[in-house]
């Protein structure tokens, strides 16, 4: 999952996604409407690939909490925190067990549901390349290793 390109804006709803650069700043369209509109380098905005979550442990990158949702949810999207904060916070400790309570509150698991909810609708969530890779080299080590032989079991080598 590419977030690189996708930020919030403080004071404005929803996600954007950047689609050119200026001197000034930077161009960006809406996720939610399309529109596009530009962002001033004084403008308060996060790339949604800076944005971590804290845990007991440390922080975990953003794109891996939305996979997990991901899993969780079976794709499906995530009901309208607003409306039953329990179960939305219920959600979220089975997600990550491990967030710190201190330290994230409940308008950071509305915000990470909501993103959520966006990036589902316009098909951004993909797995993340670390986990891709890992069961990519799984097959591969076990097709390399049927293949360093081949045809040559009992011989020693030697003529």
Do not use: C
Not at 58 to 67: A, E, F, I, Q, R
Not at 70 to 97: D, H, I, M
């Amino acid at each position: 999952m590419d977030l690189s390109k996708i930020l919030t804006i403080a004071g404005k709803s929803g996600l954007f996604e950047v689609v050119s650069q200026t001197k000034n700043g930077l161009i960006v369209e809406s996720l939610t409407d399309g529109k596009r509109q530009p962002v001033f380098a004084t403008s308060r905005s996060s790339m949604l690939e800076d944005i971590s979550i804290f845990t007991d442990e440390g922080d975990v990158p953003l794109k891996d909490v939305l996979w997990k949702i991901f899993q969780t949810t079976e794709g499906q999207p995530v009901e309208n925190p607003k409306k039953e904060p329990e179960k939305a916070t219920r959600l979220f400790e089975e997600v990550l067990p491990d967030y710190d309570r201190d330290r994230v509150h409940f308008s950071d698991i509305r915000k990470v549901f909501t993103w959520y909810n966006i990036l589902l609708e316009k098909g951004l969530i993909t797995q993340p390349e670390e986990e891709k890779e890992k069961k990519e080299d799984e097959p591969a080590k076990e097709d390399h290793s049927a293949e360093k032989n081949p045809g040559k079991e009992g011989t020693s080598g030697k003529k």
